[in-house]
Structures are given as structure tokens and as C-alpha cells.
């Protein structure tokens, strides 16, 4: 059996602990404060997944970590599927009985585990390449043209798709059409990567289409007819739209909420809420402020958010969630990705020297 260094061989003389029937139990008996470093720690472990790197350099593994998002080893994955439930099972039951964790779930191709483990195998962006197509340093990659009011560039100047992104935003935010944090664009233009890879033309099989992957329902939401609904000024123009809409809806419960945070760790949690609702639906962000059981670690983040970094109350938010209102460990990793690429751009000389990001 090929197993991470820090996690030996199984051939223990003691049986390991009795697992537990459900991992959602595992959630629901979890403090909150469990949540402290969370972000940090589950965007650490995308960031391999992603980049290819740490222990993801090999693809044929899964990772384990733990409900504070704390890596915990990995296993190389076996010939099969099945084999490799087996394998993973295996080391949970190993990782409870030396004590890593306090508790552990089997886990099946169709139910979660406990530890939660991590395909490295799995479809994910190029983020060398997206940054490179976002920022058009090829000239396959630059556009012109206009949609609506916005007239962008011209065929003897086309101009990058970030140049792009920040003309649609500026305008509509000139024409006082726009409310939204500061920080909004960069994190746009990291949705932008992790969405499409910046690709014009992606499709989804669920029928998304574009440089943001807008759903038919959105586009007709933003009476984009069917010929225009790859058009990339049109596709920023919608999705910030969306946004606009999403904060205005957002906005009256969450300043009752969280208006007290100092202005930055407030701007950048409401923020990443509107990634969040862009990704999972206004209404279940919204449920997390407001719905009776789903908004009782807000209120305790709110309370408490000194201890805690923005993306740790989001995260802290959804963590204890999980397995209500159809939130699963798919909404971290999607904010974590996100997260990932604007990190991406912001490290570029390009955005710096442009004072796009802080």
C-alpha cells in the first residue's frame, strides 16, 4: 500500500475507534471556532490542486485534511475506484486511531468521509494560461468591439479582455448604475479565470455559456438574445448586472449583521459573499443571514469576528452548513479557486503596476 510518509502503513496491533454513521454529524458537533484559519488552510490546499504543486504534484493521490481544513496526509490512489475508497478508508481509520482525529466516517463513490479527502485528478484551470489569455498577451486573444451603450477599442487597436472588464465596470459605475466594493473587479477577473479560463466560446454541459459561464436564465434576465450570448462585453455587462442585483438584495441584512466589522474585513467578507451567491444562488446566501437554523453562525461570527479572518466567516458560515440548503464542500472550493486567481493576476507586473490590486 503507497502511503504518505507521515502516515505509515497500516498494521496496527489495536482496532481503531468505532467510526461515526454520518460525517454530517461530524459538522454538526463541531465548535465554531474550528473555523479559525480555515480560509488560509483550505485555499492552501486548492492551491496544489490547481498549480500542480506540493503534494498534488502527482496526480494519482487524494489528500486528506480535516474539518479545519488542516492537511492531514495523502494516499496514492489505487487501480480502481473502489480499491481506492478502500485505501482511503483505511487511512482514516488509521489517521482516528493515532489520534489526528477525534473522530472518523467510512466513505463510498457516492457519500463523503470523514476526514474529507481531495482528488488531485480532476478538471481544473490552467492558470499560467487563463492570466495569459485574460491579460492578452497573445494577439489571437484581444477584442474590440461594442455592445449596448459601450463602444470598446477598435479592429486596428484591439485591446485585452482585463482592459475590457475594467472599461464595462468604469462606465456603469460613471453612469452611477453600479454600488459594489472596492474590491469587486479583481475578483471578477479572477471568476473570469476560474470560470472559463477566459475562453470566449466555453460551454458547459449544464448549458453555461462564456467568459463567465452565464446560465440561459441569466442571459434572458439580461435580454441578451441567443446570437450575442458569447459576446464578451456583453457577458461583464450581465454578470455585473447580476451582481449589482445580488448586493442590492444582500446588502439591508447583512449591514444588520456585519455592519459593525471595521470597513476593510467588511468590505471583503461582503465581497466574498457575492462570489458566493454568483456560484450557489442569492437566496441561500441570503438564507445564511436570515433563515432561523442557517444564520446561527453568523450570528456568532458577527459576534466573535475579531478571532476571525474575512474569509474565515464565510467559510465558518458555510462550514457549519454543510448539508443544509444543498451547501457542500464545492462552495469552499470554488471561493478558494477564486481566491487562487486573483491571486494569480495580482502577482502579475501588469495589474501591479496598474494599482489593481492593494
Not at 11 to 34: C, F, G, I, L, Q
Not at 41 to 49: A, L
Not at 255 to 278: C, I, N, S, W
Request: net charge negative; glycine share 6%.
Amino acid at each position: 500500500m503507497a502511503l504518505a510518509g507521515i502516515i505509515a502503513p497500516i498494521a496496527h496491533a489495536s482496532e481503531p475507534p468505532e467510526p461515526e454513521k454520518d460525517w454530517v454529524e461530524v459538522v454538526r458537533n463541531s465548535p465554531y471556532w474550528v473555523s479559525q484559519g480555515v480560509y488560509q488552510n483550505i485555499t492552501t490546499i486548492r492551491r496544489w490542486v490547481l498549480k500542480e504543486r506540493g503534494f498534488c504534484s502527482v496526480a494519482d493521490r487524494h489528500i486528506l485534511f480535516d474539518r479545519r481544513g488542516q492537511f492531514l496526509g495523502y494516499i496514492d490512489d489505487a487501480a480502481t475506484r473502489q480499491a481506492t475508497q478502500i485505501r482511503l478508508n483505511e487511512t482514516r481509520a488509521a489517521l482516528a486511531e493515532k489520534g489526528k482525529v477525534d473522530s472518523w466516517v467510512p466513505g463510498s463513490l457516492s457519500d463523503t468521509g470523514y476526514p474529507f479527502a481531495l482528488s488531485c485528478l480532476q478538471p481544473h484551470v490552467d492558470l499560467s494560461a487563463a492570466v495569459d489569455r485574460y491579460l492578452g498577451r497573445s494577439e489571437s486573444d484581444l477584442l474590440w468591439g461594442t455592445w449596448d451603450d459601450l463602444i470598446f477599442a477598435s479592429q486596428a487597436e484591439p485591446r485585452s479582455l482585463h482592459q475590457a472588464m475594467m472599461y464595462v465596470y468604469q462606465t456603469r459605475l460613471d453612469q452611477q448604475r453600479l454600488d459594489l466594493p472596492a474590491t469587486l473587479p479583481r475578483y471578477l477577473g479572477g471568476q473570469v479565470l476560474i470560470e472559463s479560463s477566459g475562453q470566449a466560446n466555453a460551454h458547459s454541459r449544464a448549458d453555461a455559456k462564456g467568459i463567465l459561464q452565464l446560465s440561459p436564465s441569466a442571459l434572458n434576465d439580461c435580454q441578451i438574445k441567443p446570437v450575442n450570448h458569447w459576446h464578451r462585453l456583453a457577458q461583464v455587462d450581465c454578470a455585473l448586472k447580476l451582481m449589482q442585483q445580488n448586493a442590492r438584495n444582500l446588502e439591508p441584512t447583512f449591514e444588520e449583521r456585519f455592519g459593525h466589522l471595521p470597513d476593510m474585513k467588511r468590505d471583503q467578507l461582503f465581497t466574498l459573499l457575492l462570489v458566493q451567491a454568483y456560484h450557489g444562488g442569492v437566496g441561500r446566501v441570503l438564507s445564511l443571514l436570515t433563515d432561523e437554523q442557517l444564520s446561527k453562525p453568523a450570528i456568532y461570527f458577527a459576534r466573535e469576528h475579531e478571532e476571525y479572518s474575512a474569509g474565515d466567516i464565510l467559510f465558518g458560515m458555510i462550514f457549519h452548513n454543510l448539508g443544509r440548503d444543498r451547501l457542500g464542500l464545492a462552495s469552499l472550493y470554488y471561493v478558494a479557486d477564486v481566491e487562487l486567481a486573483t491571486e494569480a493576476l495580482c502577482a502579475t507586473v501588469d495589474l501591479r503596476q496598474e494599482h489593481f490590486c492593494p
